[in-house]
């Protein structure tokens, strides 16, 4: 396993080369094709993972339509608090957006890592913090913002996380569906399309085989209601 890689995933930061042997050495590799599920709703909690190289989607099932929740990318932790939790029961399902490698680390090791590691174990708590503030926050632009301005700021956040450049261009690397893009905003699917194509009127973005071109990445990130 690539020592620059567990160094530079922030649970880890500040472990020296030894630990960090150490720490790796707990996790194992598994590879997923595109399209495969990785976990299912109510399945028991028992391994967490981190992602080196491909995209996550976490979603949540009703009435037997999938609703995309969240995306993971490369150093990404994820099925982490269920596996600490004494529910020990998946909340949501997650499945490979495109082919994956991850390392996955079952309860008891986990357990014992953050028990020996009293760094990883606070890092540990504050992603978790972190996490809880941007739910409280996304909860929060659902009561008092739009639809256009959660698709901005939802556009904003992936472009930050997923972003990348070529040749000038500047995009998110991900294909989304206008039903996912929907989903992480919490409107109507037309709803989302109607904001999508207003954006790419007003050349904020552009759209083609559903990957996202930002052409203005200023206006996504620095966008507060009534811009």
């Given at each position: 396993m690539e020592d620059s890689f567990w160094a530079e995933i922030p649970l880890f930061q500040g472990l020296s080369p030894e630990e960090i042997g150490t720490v790796c050495g707990l996790f194992t590799r598994k590879a997923y094709s595109k399209g495969k599920l990785i976990f299912a709703e109510s399945d028991p909690g028992a391994n967490a993972y981190v992602i080196h190289t491909g995209i996550l989607r976490v979603f949540a099932t009703t009435k037997g339509r999938e609703h995309t929740v969240d995306l993971f990318g490369k150093g990404?932790?994820?099925?982490?608090?269920?596996?600490?939790?004494?529910?020990?029961?998946?909340?949501?399902?997650?499945?490979?957006?495109?082919?994956?490698?991850?390392?996955?680390?079952?309860?008891?090791?986990?357990?014992?890592?953050?028990?020996d590691y009293p760094a990883v174990n606070n890092r540990f708590l504050l992603l978790q913090m972190d996490r809880l503030i941007l739910s409280n926050r996304m909860?929060?632009?659902?009561?008092?913002?739009?639809?256009?301005?959660?698709?901005?700021?939802?556009?904003?956040?992936?472009?930050?996380?997923?972003?990348?450049?070529?040749?000038?261009?500047?995009?998110?690397?991900?294909?989304?569906?206008?039903?996912?893009?929907?989903?992480?905003?919490?409107?109507?699917?037309?709803?989302?399309?109607?904001?999508?194509?207003?954006?790419?009127?007003?050349?904020?973005?552009?759209?083609?085989?559903?990957?996202?071109?930002?052409?203005?990445?200023?206006?996504?990130?620095?966008?507060?209601?009534?811009?």
């Open positions: 990404d932790f994820f099925g982490d608090l269920e596996v600490i939790h004494p529910s020990n029961i998946r909340l949501l399902s997650a499945v490979a957006m495109s082919d994956m490698v991850v390392f996955e680390i079952r309860r008891e090791p986990f357990e014992r890592l953050l028990a909860l929060h632009e659902m009561k008092i913002y739009d639809a256009r301005a959660r698709t901005i700021f939802t556009l904003g956040r992936l472009y930050q996380r997923f972003g990348a450049q070529e040749q000038g261009r500047h995009y998110i690397d991900l294909r989304l569906t206008h039903q996912q893009v929907a989903d992480m905003i919490g409107t109507l699917r037309e709803t989302t399309t109607l904001v999508l194509k207003d954006l790419q009127d007003h050349r904020i973005i552009d759209i083609r085989q559903q990957q996202i071109t930002v052409l203005d990445p200023g206006y996504l990130l620095e966008y507060r209601q009534g811009d």
